[in-house]
């Protein structure tokens, strides 16, 4: 049996390891537009691949219907097939599982070995231009050549991260079969706000707990890292909400508390202490030690204090600022700087036994083109892992990959 892999990202890297080892298939074909495959797994983890999570709740996945992911997520253990395939790993306290080496070059460099296999054929810096089936054969068109095969998995990944790679062809494969798609949105991206404040505070980092709201109701809540940018909030916190900002309609504002191990009663009697010990200093100081200096001085500016002696300072005005600063949302980034798709083809006309299609017998698809995603932590990638896994393995389980 003939095998053709459409994308040579996590997700087709994966299935076509492991349709090649299947018994049954002879030739695995692995076609990738650009000119390596694994490109924007380069770029995952700041560079370092947070190639996996521990901890694999359900919630930490989201789509129409993202139950759709549990069958896969259970048959596949990424740490197990990485350790076996001779990857070091190292997991965090929060769950996240890097490369022991720290560089995200050393999980490519595990797949691309494992890709080295006498039935599997890569033809890199091809672009497939559609794909038709007549009887029980695939016939999948490129610029110079048209290739047959028994089965064909999508897997090219979504529109996000364009300048890596990302593109529609997925979406247009699978919609040329009768499959349909949810509107497509960025996620896993920076949060941009009005600028009044935070385009002072570029490069600072700050521990926060963040709310998004529309009004007075409450659309989604984080805690971790915050890092401001010149014109919006980025870092792993916003990334877990930017999913909920970028499908959400209406007036929407982020909500940092940013001194979120302390009440407000705490904070206010901690700034009287500074102001009753050095009544000298002036209100710049106020936060000193307690918050980022930078930001410290914003916050006395958004609570509109005065630079004044501390003896003539509000606290509790700034004890305020410092557990609710309040940034009205005009929007995210776009596609381009996205880490992932939100939205994607429906995943209620494939099979989550074996990602094939319902609509079209012998079609599969797996990874980000299907209509499920996570949040920031390696969930992305496990999905790839797993749903390229199963989808690899075409509803038989006689693979040892």
Known sequence: MQIIVIGGGASGMMAAITAAKMHQNDHVVLLERQARVGRKLLATGNGRCNLTNLQLQGHHFHGSAPEFAAFALSQFDPLEWFHRHGLLTVAEPSGRVYPLSDSANS??????????????????????????????????????????????????????????????????????????????????????????????????????????????????????????????????????ISRVASTQSGDLTLHLDLLREYSLPVVQELLEQRARQFPQLTGEDLFTGMLHNRLGRTLLRYAKIPVLPLAQTNPAQAAAAAKDFALPVVGTMGMDCAQVTAGGILTGDFNDKTMESRLCSGLFACGEVLDIDGDCGGYNLHWAWASGHLAGMGGSHDSDS
């Open 107 to 240: 999980v490519l460099d595990v797949l691309r070995f494992a890709l080295q296999q006498p039935n599997l054929e890569q033809q890199l810096g091809c672009e497939v231009t559609g794909v038709k089936k007549s009887g029980d054969t695939f016939f999948v068109k490129t610029a110079t050549q048209t290739l047959t095969a028994q089965r064909v998995i999508v897997a090219c990944g979504g529109l996000a991260g364009t300048k890596l790679g990302g593109g529609m062809s997925g979406y247009q494969i699978l919609r040329s079969f009768g499959h349909r798609a949810t509107r497509l949105a960025p996620a896993l991206v920076q949060i941009n706000t009005e600028d009044t404040y935070v385009k002072a505070l570029k490069g600072v980092r700050a521990d926060a707990a963040v709310t998004l709201c529309r009004g007075e109701e409450t659309l989604a809540r984080c805690e971790g890292q915050v890092q401001f940018t010149a014109n919006g909030v980025s870092g792993p916190a916003i990334f877990d």
